[in-house]
């Protein structure tokens, strides 16, 4: 049976995966002999008239390595390494077995496939530290670069032909640098991504800046014509939403923010819907070619697939590697999810209106209900509050209850001087709750690229137990005597119990010591962990043991 992939995914190990949304099936398409030495950089489609029937993908890599992948025959063929200094950072096919190649270091050069080998024919130079190159899908005699410090170029093809001498006409449009700012600094340049909207050249550019900016090369104006600045972290990927007649785009920013945003209102109101479920910095957006489906790829190892007309997830792959770049077929997509909302539509059709009314009149008893006992409970708060203010009116002064505050309502630290030394002990616990087995997998067997989670999360929990004093202001400085940080691995329930275990011979109990070990080493445990999924949750930090002192809490 021939797979038909919906999705492809580049990974950092040099894995190409293919996804089959219609059985929600995930396949490795291609392994190289050494993996993580070969990373896929770039996926680009060479489909020229839309030939569903025969496609072929390029496949760039860290080395340079050019890949073709038919999907007629389900080969892949590398046809050739390109010798160049900095890794690709764009590809374009033209036709003929010729495609356009642009280096980091600014090396452009046209190639033709000759006898299963590589064959530059042109050659020219884009500058320095280009980060991106796309030829314009609705006119593909021009072609943009741009990068770091080197703003947007729109290139002519066939002037890039003509004249091998004359290379710097065959830029019909360099972008100028907006204004400086009201202190008059120059505002950097850094082109990350950007996007043809129109055979006029117009020009989507996605900036490590966090601006969006729209380009005009038929105005008179070098500078964008329009601009709208996206939160505070660099925009990496830009995807124009075909199945929006081209007036909507998506972006990703390292935070995991995709936003749909309105090219028409591009200097106003702009934002259509902000995406959820995304986690981790998103490494690349691509749309379907004519359904309003987003794929998105991100640094949690997750393809997720949105559907731009509902704004719902209705796809979500792990593929267990680091992404780079995702690309979407044009092949129809028809998912599981898809087909369940239609059946949930068609069944809430045939529900009686009858019964529609009387599920709606308990839904709003219960409602009411729910208010009511928040209201009761908001209320007898309020309760013990006023209690509190009517008994110690003078700025909440309440010495009989807190030995940290005086009588007249100022802060102290407690006097220990009198008190006699004894043995102190006490134990806390917290519980790190990881999302999913694999994410708990990872950090138990070892393989979080920042190293061993426990035994940093250790040393971190102990050392904070000794420095509680300089944490929390009114604690004493104590001679320790004793500190271990244990872990109780949960396999079953994905989850680690740390317990901060601490004593000492001295006038004041260890309580706060065991609670911010403990704290602490969960923290790190999140730190460590953190790159694999941001769901990890840290739960129930407590005292469970107490002893010495007046008081004596015994182990729970």
């Avoid at 409602?367 to 908001?378: F, G, R, V």
């Avoid at 244990?486 to 275990?501: A, D, G, K, S, T």
């Avoid at 403990?518 to 790159?531: H, L, Q």
Wanted: aromatic share 8%; with cysteine; proline share 3%.
């Amino acid at each position: 049976m021939t797979i038909r992939f919906n999705v492809l995914a580049g990974c950092e190990s040099g894995v190409l995966k293919g996804i089959d949304t219609t059985n929600n099936g995930v396949y490795v398409i291609h392994k190289p002999a050494e993996t993580y030495a070969d990373a896929v950089t770039l996926l680009e489609w060479s489909l020229a008239n839309n030939e569903t029937d025969y496609m072929q993908a390029f496949i760039t890599t860290n080395k340079n390595n050019i890949l073709r992948l038919k999907f007629a025959d389900e080969s892949i063929q590398q046809i050739g390494t390109i010798t160049r200094s900095s890794p690709l950072r764009g590809l374009a096919y033209l036709d003929d077995d010729r495609f356009i190649t642009c280096s980091e270091n600014g090396v452009l050069s046209i190639d033709r496939i000759k006898n299963e080998s590589l064959v530059s024919e042109i050659e020219a130079n884009a500058g320095p530290d280009i980060c991106r190159l796309r030829i314009n899908p609705f006119n593909r005699t021009y072609f943009g670069t741009g990068g770091k410090e080197n703003d947007l170029k729109i290139w002519s093809i066939e002037e890039l032909m003509k004249n091998e001498k004359m290379k710097n006409k065959s830029v019909i449009f360099q972008a100028k640098n907006v204004r400086p700012n009201a202190v008059r600094l120059r505002m950097p340049v850094w082109v990350t991504d950007f996007q043809f909207i129109d055979e006029r050249n117009r020009c989507l550019v996605a900036t490590g800046h966090h601006q969006i900016r729209l380009y005009d090369p038929q105005s008179n104006a070098r500078r964008p014509v329009n601009e709208v600045e996206f939160e505070q972290y660099p925009i990496m990927s830009i995807a124009l939403l075909h199945s929006s007649n081209n007036e909507h785009f998506v972006v990703g920013n390292t935070q995991g923010e995709m936003t749909q945003f309105d090219i028409k209102r591009l200097s106003s109101s702009a934002i259509v819907h902000k995406y959820k479920g995304v986690i981790g910095s998103i490494r690349s957006i691509d749309t379907h070619p004519t359904l309003p489906l987003i794929a998105s790829a991100s640094i949690d190892q997750y393809v997720r697939i949105h559907n731009a007309d509902t704004y719902r997830q209705v796809s979500k792959f792990y593929l267990k590697s680091r992404l780079t770049s995702v690309l979407f077929s044009p092949h129809s997509t028809s998912n599981r999810e898809e087909q369940q909302e239609k059946n949930v539509e068609t069944i809430n059709e045939e529900i009686e209106n009858d019964e529609v009314w009387s599920q709606f009149k308990r839904k709003l008893t219960k409602q009411s209900s729910d208010k009511s006992s928040s209201k009761i409970k908001m209320f007898s708060l309020l309760r013990r509050f006023s209690f509190v203010f009517h008994r110690f009116p003078s700025q909440y002064a309440c010495s009989s209850t807190f030995s940290h505050i005086t009588s007249d309502g100022n802060i102290t630290m407690v006097d220990i001087g009198n008190k006699a030394s004894s043995q102190r002990r006490a134990i806390a616990e917290a519980i790190v709750k990881f999302p999913d087995s694999h994410t708990y997998q990872s950090y138990f067997n070892v393989t979080t690229k920042k190293g061993d989670a426990r035994l940093c999360s250790k040393i971190a929990g102990i050392l904070a137990a000794k420095r509680t004093s300089d944490l929390i202001p009114l604690c004493h400085p104590l001679p320790l005597s004793y500190i271990d940080i244990e872990y109780e691995h949960r396999h079953e329930e994905n989850e680690v119990l740390i317990r901060c275990i601490c004593s000492t011979h001295y006038q004041t109990g260890v309580e706060m010591e065991a609670i911010v070990g403990a704290t602490i080493a969960a923290v790190t445990i999140y730190d460590m962990c953190k790159a694999l999924s941001k769901s990890i949750e840290i739960r129930n930090i407590r005292l469970i043991e107490k002893t010495g002192g007046k008081s004596t809490i015994p182990l729970q």
